[in-house]
DNA sequence: CGGGATTTTGAATCAGTTCAAAATGCGTGG
DNA sequence: CCACGCATTTTGAACTGATTCAAAATCCCG
């Protein structure tokens, strides 16, 4: 059963804080952010969504939801309503246990995010980052010899490592010196996979894959 | 249907990191960590747990647990068999629907961690994580006007923060010269809790308890 | 080619770290 | 009850990673 997918511009309110809609979002493509935002104006992207995942499966049994979800890049969604989903819990009660597991899994990720911003300095917080995002979209989309699209600002990529955007700039920079990675204009690339694994001290068993990439 | 609650003592690894249990566990009384340590051999506490919770839910639909667990105080446990999670999840759909909602709020609860590491400097990182945990004290636990036992060294503490141990001490000094709490030997108190509010910023959204406290 | 967004650079400042030592608290055994 | 020893807290001072502010350079789109 498949629904039509709508595309999405960049950079736009998926769903507001505090609203509480009736169907739940599925990424088909693109990659979105959620985020909270402090009185203070401050923004922290608190998990990042690639094609495949349901971006606000939350919506579904929890209410407010507690944080807004934005758009990173132009985006390919495709709104399967809550009534679906409880059909699905109730005719199918097996898969409300894939139900639980994508939630469980969701939270392992925003954990090893704690330590990310806990206890990995600049250059290793964002070393981890890419890592983690390159590994996830080689699962879901044909990415070929670790590059992958990346059309994310600086901005963006301050409010998800808790940093200043000046001093994201400095980081990439000291990747790139580094060569851990290229990314200049195009999309983004990790010449060094191992040497990259190894320096940000990423090892995939949290994101429980199937399919544990080399 | 109870389980006999196992007495433990205090700074014990209930479950280490790649144990596969094949039993949950249920936290009767005490706090408890969940943590992951660094190849530099940094700690960094992903989530603490409150009498009432579920220490290792994970464990039974996820493998390998990808994080240590360890006791901060001296703790009573029940330990539920998987078995028995995975008879109620078949014999009474409906609740591994509360078994999702369980996830879904733990998952909630890191996401705010996140957003406290990464935006909130030290001082008030302190302040919204002690609005956390007793909030959350507060449902399940008797705690009389705001005072709550909390028998936890500041190195702890820094691993929750993300910050060093010399650092949260002079942290907690701000907290008790502003008056936002009273923490000297004995329990916790917040004797101002509007304030304390305030300053941290906290709103209890996140934790999303059905009686909300004022 | 022009204009807004984004990236890059510099310099001053600040929040938090590190290292080291002193002070305090606490349980145990004499 | 005191003395000892270990864990924890507190203090000081130097240092460093990250922030802030401001301006210049670059990019991208129409």
């Known amino acids: 059963m498949l629904w039509p997918a709508t595309e999405v511009a960049a950079k736009i309110d998926l769903i507001g804080e505090g609203d509480c809609p009736s169907v739940s979002t599925l990424l088909v493509d693109g ?11 401050s923004r922290q992207i608190v998990a990042v969504h690639v094609p495949g995942d349901f971006v606000d499966f939350n919506s579904f049994l929890i209410r407010p939801l507690d944080h807004g979800i934005s758009t990173l890049t132009p985006c390919r969604i495709s709104k399967v309503p809550h009534a679906l989903l409880r059909d699905i819990g109730e005719t199918h009660p097996h898969l409300m246990r894939v139900f639980t597991l994508m939630a469980l899994i969701d939270g392992a990720i925003s954990r090893e995010w704690v330590v990310n911003l806990g206890r990995r300095d600049a250059t290793k917080r964002a070393a981890h980052l890419f890592c983690e995002i390159y590994t996830l979209l080689e699962v879901v989309v044909c990415v070929s010899d670790h590059a992958f699209s990346f059309p994310v600002t600086q901005s963006d990529l301050a409010d998800m490592m808790g940093l200043s955007q000046v001093h994201v700039n ?7 010196q580094m060569q851990l990675i290229e990314w200049t204009g195009g999309p983004m690339t990790i010449p060094n996979w191992r040497a990259m694994v190894e320096f940000a001290g990423f090892d995939p068993t949290y994101l429980h894959l199937v399919n544990a990439p080399r």
């Open 31 to 41: 990659l979105v952010a959620r985020y909270k935002v402090l009185e203070n104006g």
């Open 170 to 176: 400095r980081t990439l920079q000291d990747l790139r």
